[in-house]
């Protein structure tokens, strides 16, 4: 039953990052700091095969290209899934100058990889304040090396993580995409990837004004991720999703990545560990729309009625 078929995966290989962003609980959720070994992505890769998975996000809470092999990472994650879409995301805060080992590794990644978010929010001090440390002048470096380097057929696009404080900035981010030549604009409205605290409790994920909201809506519509109409029934991730950590724990979602494992993908098949009656548990819960604990602070849930009023179909 297709159901039962994994088309979706994410699958960090990392949890090195050079930033500490205000809005990623990567520093609540990572345990000791590693890259996955070559010999045990190869393993996880073996684990999964038979599933068809048609989406794959190569990253998690760490960046991705810290890993020292990650172009090797991309092309063994290929090499089984031929058709498989590879999405990564890039915070843009590295030396990419020429002959530097992260350009190479960058420019080998990208003929494996199908599409590349630039994680960009908000304009310089902006951007500085909710990507600390990062630089704004080492992303325009950045993006200014990025134009001699040969993207295949790898599109390229920007990231935006939107929260009250900068959505006067989008405007100013779209002008500096088109300026380099790269893909579309994404707009993700931030989430809250912690069961314990709900957007409302923060200003940042809820304190847009009215006049914010009105422009965004009449602005931005197009760009803007997500889905008005989801409720828990819809959730993809129970039926067709895996999230595996650096450490080959099995999570449900990235959108509580705090949650207890329900396995590892090192010592478990994939197959047992979804047949666990925890990982059931919270997928009857979700498809009789009766969530459990897992999914009481689920962002897609809590996002609904601001993506109603902007209107996202
Ligand atoms: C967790 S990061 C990992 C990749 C890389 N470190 C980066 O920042 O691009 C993956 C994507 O999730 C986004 N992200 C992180 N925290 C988020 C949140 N609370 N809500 C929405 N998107 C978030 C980041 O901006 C990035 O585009
Ligand atoms: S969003 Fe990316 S760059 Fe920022 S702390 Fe999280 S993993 Fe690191
Ligand atoms: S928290 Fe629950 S409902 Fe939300 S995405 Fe994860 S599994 Fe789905």
Not at 128 to 139: F, G, I, N
Not at 211 to 229: A, F, R
Request: proline residues 3%; neutral net charge.
């Amino acid at each position: 039953m297709e159901s039962k078929l994994i088309t979706y995966a994410y699958l960090e290989t990392t949890n090195y990052c050079n930033l500490d962003c205000s809005f990623c609980n990567r520093k609540n959720v990572i345990g000791e700091l590693q890259h996955m070994p070559l010999h045990k992505w190869e393993k996880l890769l073996e684990g999964i095969k038979h599933h068809p998975i048609k989406e794959a996000k190569l990253m998690g809470m760490g960046e991705p290209f810290l890993h020292p092999d990650f172009d090797h990472v991309c092309r063994m994650f290929k090499e089984v899934f031929p058709k498989c879409k590879v999405i990564v995301a890039t915070n843009c805060q590295f030396d990419i100058s020429r002959r530097t080992k992260l350009r190479s590794i960058l420019e080998d990644s990208l003929k494996y990889i199908d599409m590349l978010y630039f994680s960009i929010d908000g304009y310089k001090e902006n951007y500085e304040r909710d990507r600390a440390p990062a630089k704004w002048s080492k992303l325009i470096q950045f993006l200014k090396d990025f134009k001699m380097i040969n993207r295949y057929d790898c599109d390229v696009v920007v990231n935006y993580v939107v929260n009250a404080y900068n959505v006067e900035d989008i405007e100013k981010i779209d002008k500096l995409r088109k300026e380099n030549k790269l893909g579309m604009l994404r707009l993700n409205i931030a989430q809250i990837w912690d069961e314990d605290i709900k957007m409302e409790d923060d200003i940042r994920t809820y304190g847009y004004t009215t006049k914010q909201l009105d422009y965004l809506k009449h602005n931005w519509g197009e760009n803007i991720m997500g889905k008005s109409g989801w409720d828990f029934e819809d959730c993809f991730w129970v039926k067709n999703g895996l999230y595996v950590t650096v450490e080959g724990y099995v999570k449900m979602c990235c959108m509580n990545t705090e949650a207890i494992p329900f396995g590892n993908l090192f010592e478990n098949s994939i197959d047992d560990v979804r047949l666990t009656d925890e990982y059931q548990k919270v997928k009857n819960g979700c498809s009789t729309n009766n969530p459990t604990k897992h999914c009481k602070s689920c962002s897609y849930k809590e996002l609904v009625p601001m993506l109603s009023y902007l209107e996202i179909q």
